[in-house]
């Protein structure tokens, strides 16, 4: 058996480089290696993630979590429960288009609400595109 601190010292895994704190996550698609936060501000990481909404994109961001679950609004607000009922009759090629709408909105200036608004609807499009291409495989 190896030494325990060998699991988390040299690369990928490197406490610490860069300045304090390394922030690194973890989800199926980086495997055991993850992978390193990239910071979106010039702040520090601490100050960048440290409201509970801040903390709360990221998770969702690199653990590619879904808040809001068209299928039964678990976890939907009033506003995104109005835009699923909205998307609900759009065509697969219309969701599509208003998907890479909002994709190429994305990093672009704007308000933090509207930007919060945008990621909401990228994620409620992700699902009903999902939900369509799998029903058309049937």
């Known amino acids: 058996m190896s030494d325990p601190d060998q699991a988390v010292r040299g690369p990928p895994h490197n406490p610490g480089s860069g300045g304090w704190p390394t922030i690194r996550y973890f989800n199926q698609e980086t495997g055991v290696n993850g992978g390193s936060y990239v910071q979106k501000t010039s702040q520090s990481i601490c100050d960048e993630l440290g409201t ?4 709360t994109e990221y998770i969702e961001e690199y653990g590619n979590v879904v808040t809001c679950f068209i299928d039964n609004g678990v976890g939907c607000d009033g506003k995104e429960l109005e835009y699923v009922e909205k998307v609900k009759s759009k ?6 288009k208003a998907l890479k709408r909002l994709q190429g909105m994305s990093g672009k200036k704007m308000k933090p609400e509207l930007s919060n608004w945008v990621k909401k ?3 409620i499009l992700k699902q009903f595109l999902e ?3 799998n029903s058309d495989e049937l």
């Open 91 to 96: 065509s697969f090629e219309e969701i599509s």
């Open 131 to 133: 939900i369509k291409s």
């Open 52 to 55: 509970a909404e801040a903390m």
């Open 121 to 123: 609807r990228t994620k």
